[in-house]
């Protein structure tokens, strides 16, 4: 066995001899160094096989000393020298030589030793190739090497096993709890065992959270356990491998897979040609077809309805990626249609070639249902069917379009119908609906096919009519309305009868826009309303003049509460019997500095819209109540006394109370005051039947005002705790010469017996009207043929002296 040989000796002839003695076994001397120096400085880059090393050298640098620089590079050091102390073999041993010849070397020795040095070094460097191509391969195979020395307590590891494992082995050195505590407790006990077990491990398990780099992942874990004699871990030995990359993969593909299955789209999976592979359940669900009947075929062959329009090349050619979504016409098994949006999807492998499409399906026709209910529900009524405010936008903004390209006119019927609150309160919401419905019902039938009817809400419609060339259409048509609306109603085992008021507005007429527009008619429609209802009215412009009396009113009537320029007339209540009276009502009145008197019908509404009516209203009640004491007082004990409540005040939470507290206040006897409520305050306030009862609970009485003039029932005066009606002088007056007055009054007089009530009739001039409705069994009357509305200071004089016609 030949060697490449470096010789380091300061001695040349003994360095000639050494070289000439190795040449003849056949070895290469690679140099002949002088000195230590020249031995460091040259060796590693010759790497020899071996160096033979005088340990006593002239220099800085002795043999011992090179040897340990030359033992860095792995070059293996023989030493020579003259003698072999203790101290010398002590110093020598610490560059680990490989031999320690002494001088003067025998041949046959130097022969030897050479040979089994060069072997050593040989069998070293085979280890070291060994090692090194382990280590390269566990890299390749990003593997980490482990062994547990449980008996020692030691942990030793290779490879990746630090960065894999996410510690460093001298922490796991301590306890088996050192290496199970990074295996998820999940995982542990399989581990736990099969080391004390002496057993093999190959499974793949989750490592906890690094408390280093604060990962967690999955490792397959291949190892060999191995136990004392006594039993116990002895040592283990294993290889992990971070397999967290395929575990996320392995769970994505799970994932898709469930999706496959499961997801309510249909799904295809085809090759590069197009034909099917497979299809998930969703897919044979939409179409009909199983996987094995559409196994191999094209979509365009059996799903695409319009083959060349939605054929697949043709779409994906569309898109200029890889995906193409839009809607197309399918074909179930059985040949019916059904429109589909379908997404397509080019899947390409890692070099860019397209390995598969995917197609997926979902039926549209429920979407597009649901589209069109939708848009049903946002554009209509639900309860008539008929067009809802967002309708009447469009329509009337569509119309005003038209009617400005054509220069025509758009008329709005703005219908608001009277009484409807009352039913809802007397007869519940279900016979609201009902009549709402039948009211929707009736206005439909009777418009053209070009005009529309919208309810914007509660008891009020609005119907467009485009087109119009006349006014008088617009009348005709309202009048058709109120008249369709006023024609009785049954209700389960009622019929009721149901009157309107409409306001008319006309583009360009009264205004330009949608929002001038319904504002308009709004305003015409309170101005039926204000006529007395059951009746249509058109926008005009002393509308928007009335409009700005009324903020004068208002205004003035702040001044007039702070100023004192309110005051009460009372107007005489006589018993048609005998003439006798009996009471009187409170009218109240305004005395304004500069316009003189202004009656109640002019500035009671306003104060209800702008709120004062509630300051008015107990101001009335105190007033007349405590007046009425002093009457009492006065010597007129059985005075009766009737105030008027408008709707804005029993609106109000707190009327009940305020009328107790008067009552209370000014000592006036409740079971002596009557309040008189209009019919229509009873339609417009909300849970009327339960204030009403509130009242009779303290023991006052109640008078429907202007009865016959709003919505009548039977029902409403059956379960509404009333006391007495009050005939509306517009029936009244008529007497008895009208018919028509005649058939009312009496009918109101057949009610008012059925049901107990007591009768007054309002508004009595003539002689001839007292006669008629004392004859037909009214109890009591006020008019101006007993005498006019008084002040006070005339009431004081009638009672201390009572004319004939009164006593
Ligand atoms: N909420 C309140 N309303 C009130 C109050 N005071 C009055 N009013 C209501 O105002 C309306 C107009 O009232 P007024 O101008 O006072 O007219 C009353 C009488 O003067 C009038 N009347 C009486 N007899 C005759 C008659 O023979 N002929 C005729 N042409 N008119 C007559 O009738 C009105 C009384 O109506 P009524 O109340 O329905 O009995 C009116 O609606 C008042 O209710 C108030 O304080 N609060």
Redesign the pocket.
């Known amino acids: 066995m030949n060697g490449r040989i470096m010789i380091v000796e300061d001695e040349r002839i003994v360095a000639l001899d050494l070289r000439q003695t190795l040449e003849s076994f056949g070895h290469e001397v690679v140099m002949v160094a002088s000195s230590g120096e020249q031995a460091v400085a040259e060796g590693p880059r010759l790497k020899p096989d071996l160096v033979l090393m005088d340990i006593h050298l002239d220099g800085p640098m002795d043999g011992t000393a090179a040897a340990c620089v030359l033992q860095e590079h792995s070059i293996p050091v023989l030493f020579l020298t003259a003698f072999a102390g203790q101290a010398m073999l002590d110093l020598a041993e610490r560059s680990s030589p490989y031999g320690y010849l002494v001088k003067p070397v025998e041949t046959r020795a130097l022969q030897a030793t050479v040979r089994m040095a060069l072997a050593r070094r040989r069998a070293e460097l085979q280890v070291e190739k060994g090692e090194e191509r382990l280590r390269l391969a566990m890299d390749a195979a990003e593997l980490g090497v482990w062994e547990w020395d449980a008996t020692r307590h030691r942990f030793v590891s290779e490879g990746r096993f630090e960065s894999i494992f996410g510690c460093s082995p001298e922490s796991l050195d301590d306890a088996e709890r050192g290496f199970l505590a990074r295996i998820d407790p999940a995982f542990r006990p399989g581990i736990a065992e099969a080391l004390t077990q002496g057993q093999a491990i190959r499974t793949t398990v989750k490592l906890n959270e690094s408390p280093d780099s604060g990962d967690n992942g999955w490792v397959d874990l291949h190892a060999q356990a191995f136990s004392r004699p006594d039993g116990g871990l002895d040592r283990a030995v294993g290889v992990i491998r971070d397999v967290t990359l395929e575990r996320e993969q392995e769970e994505r593909l799970r994932r898709a897979a469930v999706v496959f299955t499961s997801t309510g789209e249909g799904m295809a999976i085809l090759d590069v040609d197009h034909r099917v592979i497979s299809i998930n359940p969703a897919f044979e669900t939409l179409t009909g077809f199983t996987e094995h009947e559409v196994k191999g075929l094209a979509p365009d062959d059996f799903l695409h309805a319009r083959r060349r329009e939605d054929s697949f090349e043709a779409r994906l050619q569309e898109s200029d990626s890889d995906y193409w979504s839009g809607e197309v016409a399918c074909l179930r098994k059985d040949g019916t249609l059904f429109p589909a949006w379908q997404h397509l999807c080019v899947v390409r492998d890692a070099q860019g070639q397209v390995g598969n499409y995917v197609l997926a399906i979902s039926d549209t026709g429920a979407l597009r249902r649901a589209e069109a209910q939708i848009n049903h529900l946002a554009y209509h009524d639900t309860l008539t069917g008929l067009g809802n405010r967002n309708m009447l936008e469009d329509t009337i903004e569509r119309e005003i379009d038209r009617a400005r390209q054509h220069g025509g006119r758009v008329a709005v019927l703005f219908i608001d119908l009277d009484g409807f609150k009352l039913i809802n309160d007397t007869l519940g919401h279900a016979a609201g609906d009902t009549l709402l419905r039948e009211v929707a019902h009736r206005i439909s039938r009777i418009l053209r096919r070009t005009d529309t009817a919208i309810r914007i809400g509660g008891d009020e419609f609005v119907v467009v009519v485009p087109d119009i060339t006349r006014l008088e259409d617009c009348a005709s048509l309202a009048e058709k309305l109120l008249c369709e609306i006023r024609t009785g109603i049954d209700l389960e085992h009622e019929r009721l009868s149901v009157s309107a008021s409409i306001g008319i507005a006309v583009f360009p007429d009264n205004a330009n826009d949608f929002t001038g527009l319904v504002q308009a008619a709004d305003s015409a429609m309170y101005g039926a309303k204000e006529r007395g209802r059951n009746r249509y009215a058109f926008y005009s412009n002393d509308m928007a003049e009335r409009a700005i009396e009324r903020l004068h009113i208002e205004q003035g009537l702040l001044r007039a509460i702070a100023g004192d320029q309110l005051l009460?007339?009372y107007?005489p209540v006589v018993r048609l019997e005998d003439g006798q009276l009996v009471g009187f009502?409170?009218?109240?009145?305004w005395d304004e500095p500069t316009h003189g008197r202004i009656?109640?019908?002019r500035f009671?509404p306003v104060a209800e819209e702008c709120g004062l009516?509630d300051y008015?209203?107990a101001w009335?009640l105190r007033t007349a109540c405590a007046q009425a004491v002093s009457w009492i007082r006065q010597g007129f004990e059985a005075l009766r006394l009737a105030?008027?409540?408008?709707a804005r005040?029993m609106s109000a939470g707190d009327f009940v109370t305020t009328v107790r507290e008067i009552l209370d206040e000014t000592e006036f006897p409740p079971d002596q005051l009557d309040l008189?409520i209009t019919e229509s305050t009873l339609q417009s306030v909300d849970h009327s039947r339960q204030l009403l009862a509130e009242l009779r609970a303290l023991g006052v009485c109640i008078s429907i005002?202007?009865f016959g003039t709003g919505f009548s029932s039977l029902s409403l005066l059956k379960h509404l705790q009333i006391d007495r009606i009050?005939i509306?002088?517009s029936f009244v007056q008529d007497l008895p010469g009208d018919a028509n007055g005649v058939a009312v009054t009496e009918a109101i007089v057949a009610m008012a017996n059925r049901l107990g009530l007591s009768l007054i009739a309002?508004?009595?001039?003539t002689a001839t009207q007292q006669e008629f409705l004392r004859k037909l069994g009214c109890d009591e009357a006020?008019?101006?043929?007993f005498s006019?509305?008084l002040d006070v200071r005339d009431v004081d004089m009638l009672i201390a002296a009572p004319p004939e016609h009164l006593s």
């Open positions: 009460l007339q107007q009502e409170a009218l109240i009145r009656g109640p019908d009671i009516i008015i209203g009335v105030v008027n409540v408008s005040q008189e005002d202007d009050k509306d002088r309002e508004g009595v001039e006020q008019g101006y043929l006019r509305p």
